[in-house]
T-cell receptor, first 112, second 111 residues
Framework: DVKVTQSSRYLVKRTGEKVFLECVQD?????MFWYRQDPGLGLRLIYF?????MKEKGDIPEGYSVSREKKERFSLILESASTNQTSMYLC?????WGYGYTFGSGTRLTVV | RKEVEQDPGPFNVPEGATVAFNCTYS??????FFWYRQDCRKEPKLLMS???SGNEDGRFTAQLNRASQYISLLIRDSKLSDSATYLC????????????FGKGTHLIIQP
């Protein structure tokens, strides 16, 4: 089974801090994604990457950046955390589009 | 982005009953369809893919109706452990831009 691992389940950060969310997958997938999930809004795509050093903006990239230096690792960076970035962050990877995503266990980030 | 619509519920269903819910999609060119299950405060997990001919996995049956542009999920002999949010996911090709999530249907199985 594909395993997607997110480094933290719960994080509490202060407004203005730089926050790194790490995601690692072990199945050599080229495609990796970051979503945030909020009640009533569903899953919203922040950034995705089709290959090492490639990145594409999703629907809500403002306030975020990403890094993909190695194929297995996709990092989400909040340059200056704000309270409206309090959310559940989900990383996912996919090999064949016909087989659907595998998600990491999520990081629940609270910005105070 | 094309739309995927689900009734948010909650559906309150007695244990042992059969429950079904639908997901409608707007893009007639959609290629792949999935149901995901998400437990409270957990990540979504793939429940089943939905094939044109319909498919069954134990108590779960998924159907695709291309003419009316919806997919359905039927759960027979529901268990307390089936309580979760069920997300519909539709892929219309073109990589991540073509992948659309519904907002989910909340199912509560009552003893």
């Amino acid at each position: 089974d594909v395993k997607v691992t997110q480094s933290s389940r719960y994080l509490v950060k202060r407004t203005g801090e730089k926050v790194f969310l790490e995601c690692v997958q072990d199945m050599d997938h080229e495609n990796m994604f970051w979503y945030r999930q909020d009640p009533g809004l569903g899953l919203r795509l922040i950034y995705f990457s089709y290959d090492v050093k490639m990145k594409e903006k999703g629907d809500i990239p403002e306030g975020y950046s990403v890094s993909r230096e190695k194929k297995e690792r996709f990092s989400l960076i909040l340059e200056s955390a704000s309270t409206n970035q309090t959310s559940m962050y989900l990383c996912a990877s996919i090999g064949d589009w016909g087989y659907g995503y595998t998600f990491g266990s999520g990081t629940r980030l609270t910005v105070v | 982005r094309k739309e995927v619509e689900q009734d948010p519920g909650p559906f309150n269903v007695p244990e042992g009953a059969t429950v079904a819910f639908n997901c409608t999609y707007s893009n007639s060119a959609s290629q792949s369809f999935f149901w995901y299950r998400q437990d409270c405060r957990k990540e979504p997990k793939l429940l089943m893919s939905v094939y044109s001919s319909g498919n069954e996995d134990g108590r779960f049956t998924a159907q695709l109706n291309r003419a009316s542009q919806y997919i359905s999920l039927l759960i027979r002999d529901s268990k307390l452990s089936d309580s979760a949010t069920y997300l519909c996911v539709v892929w219309s090709g073109g990589g991540a831009d073509g992948l659309t999530f519904g907002k989910g249907t909340h199912l509560i199985i009552q003893p």
